[in-house]
């Protein structure tokens, strides 16, 4: 008997539902049903002093509606039995619910401007050290520590009115049936849960000032956590599916999917808007090397991510933005792909993690500020630019392996780049020729393979994640990226880390 799963993957700029399909016997394959755009919306608002700020709120009634389309798709193809449903989302951001289930205003979006300064707050409430010691985690605006903090002290009336906070992904499992709980990797990534014992840090709450009451309960990824509500599946022509709490922060899943054969050695890069680069741990490493380097230890599936948040394809899809509005048409990605490459190598570099780059209104007058302020050359055309970025993020990635490396004590050997990103030939030959060791790139849909397989393990049909590496293996081609010229790219590297002193000088 097949037993059929629905994943829903939710990334800051569009969601995608796939169904996966585990064969008796041991198959394994996986289709796409339903896809759609999405993205944070702008208003220019005055609060109680008068004061007008820019807001960017999500359309979470837009996001549930596709993910019912997804649902309906399903039927469609697949008919009325779906076994089991699991949602993973970006890492941040949530809602307010009431006592009687009414939404309290719109869900932020993380890259809202009211976030710019809260690290500096958090660190005047609880010693710096003492708060990535409990969390692992490294500091970052759009942290839940941040944005409940923020809360507390600008709102304090809406949390006196909330009955639960829900995180992004358990909103809208609540929407389907009920669950209001979050699993461990999305939890683990607030700032607000103890690493090590996977339960909301009391001390970092009182601290903040964040009421205990309203945080939802931590489950383990693979937890069944509800079902959809009866009125709702008998819409929709299915049956009551189990809701899971998968990997619900998207880049564990995306990480459970990497084809790894030598943890110890296999660097990981979930390449997307983000490009979370890390490798997979046994426990937390929370030492002064670690809190130094700004890697953030986040809950995994068995496991704990040792990664560093990295500015990934957003710049690009940023630069696209900007040129699409100045010239009524959007460069589309075989052009990038045409332009890019023959533009001239190592022209320039930029940090990819500067905080101009967190969200500008124009991207590429960011990037040229940015080149002027650093006496650099700026570029004469539009492959120039995107061969700038390109090339900084590769650089970036192999500044963040020799971090991890000295930190964990051991060399990698190997790259794997998931999601999105890993259909980038360019950028991946980049990686390979930057880090000098091969990479393998794939699944594309990386998010989503590791959704289904923890799914899978809810219901029994596999028992871990090293268990479904075969049937990754077998259902998705890896392609593999042999480094080549290294020397060229040793000889950039320390141009850019010259240039990364200066600019953080």
């Not at 909103?171 to 990797?185: E, H, I, K, Q, R």
Request: proline share 5%.
């Amino acid at each position: 008997m097949e037993i059929k799963v629905l994943a829903v993957d939710l990334g800051a700029s569009g969601g995608k539902c796939f169904a996966g399909i585990f064969a008796e016997g041991g198959g394994f394959r996986m289709e796409e049903v339903h896809r759609f755009a999405h993205g944070g919306t702008s208003f220019f608002l005055a609060d109680r002093a008068g004061a007008v700020t820019e807001r960017t709120y999500w359309d979470d009634t837009w996001i549930y509606e596709n993910i019912i389309k997804g649902l309906q798709a399903y039927k469609r193809k697949f008919g009325g039995q779906l076994d089991a449903i699991g949602i993973d989302t970006w890492g941040a951001d949530g809602a307010f619910l009431s006592a009687d289930g009414e939404l309290l205003g719109k869900t932020h979006c993380y890259r809202d401007h009211r976030l710019d300064t809260m690290c500096d707050e958090v660190k005047a409430c609880i010693d710096a050290r003492r708060l990535y010691g409990i969390t692992g985690i490294h500091f970052q605006p759009f942290n839940m520590s941040n944005q409940l903090r923020w809360f507390a002290t600008r709102r304090p009336e809406l949390l006196k009115l909330t009955a639960q906070f829900l995180p992004i992904p358990a909103l809208f499992n609540f929407y389907l049936g009920g669950c209001t709980a979050v699993d461990s990797s999305w939890a683990s990534v607030t700032q607000l849960m103890d690493a090590k014992r996977r339960k909301w840090s009391r001390e970092v709450l009182r601290a903040l000032k964040i009421p205990a009451r309203i945080m939802p309960p931590i489950v383990a990824p693979s937890t069944v956590i509800g079902a959809l509500r009866p009125p709702l599946a008998g819409v929709l022509g299915l049956n009551e599916a189990a809701i899971v709490a998968v990997g619900s922060h998207d880049t564990a899943s995306a990480f459970a999917a990497a084809p790894v054969t030598d943890a110890r050695h296999a660097l990981i890069i979930s390449s997307g808007t983000w490009s979370l680069v890390g490798r997979l741990v046994g426990k937390p490493i929370t030492n002064d090397e670690a809190m130094a380097a700004n890697i953030s230890n986040e809950g995994g599936i068995g496991n704990t991510r040792f990664l560093k948040n990295c500015m990934g394809t957003w710049i690009v899809q940023e630069l696209l933005r900007g040129w699409e509005a100045a010239d009524g048409r959007r460069l589309g990605w075989s052009e990038v792909d045409a332009i890019t490459p023959t533009a001239p190598a190592f022209s320039a570099f930029i940090d990819p993690d500067n905080a101009r780059f967190y969200n500008p209104a124009n991207m590429e007058d960011a990037i040229r500020a940015f080149l002027a302020e650093t006496g650099q050359r700026q570029p004469a055309d539009r492959g120039t630019t995107l061969r700038i970025v390109y090339e900084s993020l590769a650089l970036k990635y192999r500044l963040v392996n020799d971090q991890i490396c000295a930190i964990c004590g051991t060399p990698t050997r190997a790259v794997h780049i998931v999601g999105g990103g890993s259909g980038n030939a360019m950028l991946n030959q980049f990686t390979a020729d930057a880090i000098g060791v091969p990479v393998h790139a794939g699944p594309q849909e990386g998010t989503a393979v590791g959704n289904l397989m923890v799914q899978a393990m809810a219901l029994g049909v596999i028992r871990s994640m090293a268990e479904a590496q075969p049937l990754i293996r077998a259902a998705f081609p890896i392609k593999t990226f042999q480094p080549g010229d290294t020397a060229v790219w040793n000889a950039a590297s320390a141009r850019f880390l010259a240039l990364i002193a200066r600019a953080q000088g």
